[in-house]
Structure formats: structure tokens, C-alpha cells
């Protein structure tokens, strides 16, 4: 990302620029090493076994694919977001003001690949976070003024989107 011009600058110091808010700097893949367990006081146990997540991020990839500088701007989270837009009567912001619009696209896709893996909303384990997904969507739901429910309305367009790859979700 940037041009020329502004190559030697951002350069000079990429751990800031790596870390900081420079726009040239863009996260496609990490690596996680799985090595220890923390136990509530804080301490580190080793784990029996240790593990390398390599975090590419298909939705990363496809930013890079289609030349956008978000996701959110990619035909994986477009069509939720023109839902939400339908349904709310409000227009996309692709700043700060629309950060409702990128939680509700963001958590219908999770909730939806969680309950079809048969996670249901409950208070512990996975079921807590499926609840947790669903409390943040409904209160960033409100800001977009929709009070009631909301989000059955964009399982449809979800599935228009990835049914095809992943069938179980139809």
C-alpha cells in the first residue's frame, strides 16, 4: 500500500509502523504459538502438546485479492451490510460511524457457522460466547435504530453468500 514518495518514511521505523497507524502496514498473516496454558493466578504451565496457529484470515486475503483496505469492503461482508442498510433505513459509513453495521455483519456470520455447528446460546463454555455474540449484536442493532428483532433478517443474504461453499448452513 502508499506510493513511492512516502516509501522511505514509513520504512525508516517499521516496528512503528507494523504497530502504529501506518495505512502502508497490513496484517495478511501471523503465527501463534500454543505453548502454555495460564492458570487463574497467573502462572504459565506447558502444554502436553504445543501448537503453531498460522492466522492467515481467508477475509484478509481476499481484501488483498479485491484492493480494498477492509474486510468489511469486500464482497464477503457488502451484501450483509446493503441488509443492513435495507432494513435500517440508514446508509453506510465506512468510518467510525459505521462500526454498528461491521459488528452486525461481523457477529450474524459467527452466530450463524456456531448454531450450525450445533452451539446454542447457554451460560458457560461456547454457548456463553454465542450469547455474548448475540447481547453485542442486539445493542449495536439499537444504534441503527432496529429495537426489535433483527438479525434472522440477514441469515438469508449470509446464505446467498457462503450456502454454496458451506451447504450446512442452508
Do not use: C
Not at 486475503?61 to 484492493?67: D, T, Y
Not at 477492509?70 to 435500517?88: C, G, K, M, V, W
Amino acid at each position: 500500500m502508499g506510493d513511492a514518495a512516502t516509501r522511505d518514511a514509513t520504512f525508516s521505523d517499521p516496528i512503528a509502523g507494523v504497530n502504529g497507524e501506518n495505512a502502508r502496514y497490513r496484517e495478511l498473516w501471523n503465527l501463534v504459538f500454543i505453548q502454555y496454558n495460564r492458570e487463574k493466578g497467573g502462572a504459565l504451565v506447558p502444554l502436553a502438546a504445543k501448537f503453531v496457529d498460522t492466522g492467515m484470515g481467508f477475509e484478509r486475503l481476499v481484501a488483498v485479492l479485491q484492493g480494498v483496505d477492509s474486510n468489511y469492503h469486500t464482497d464477503l461482508f457488502r451484501p450483509i451490510i446493503a441488509a443492513i442498510e435495507e432494513i435500517s433505513g440508514r446508509a453506510y459509513d465506512p468510518g467510525a460511524a459505521g462500526t454498528a453495521f461491521r459488528v452486525a455483519a461481523d457477529h450474524i456470520r459467527s452466530l450463524v457457522f456456531a448454531i450450525t455447528d450445533g452451539v446454542f446460546p447457554s451460560n458457560e463454555g461456547r454457548g456463553y460466547v454465542v450469547r455474548r455474540l448475540l447481547r453485542r449484536a442486539a445493542r449495536f442493532g439499537r444504534e441503527l435504530g432496529l429495537n426489535g428483532p433483527y438479525l434472522y433478517r440477514l441469515v438469508a443474504p449470509l446464505q446467498s453468500l457462503m450456502g454454496e461453499a458451506f451447504p450446512e448452513i442452508k
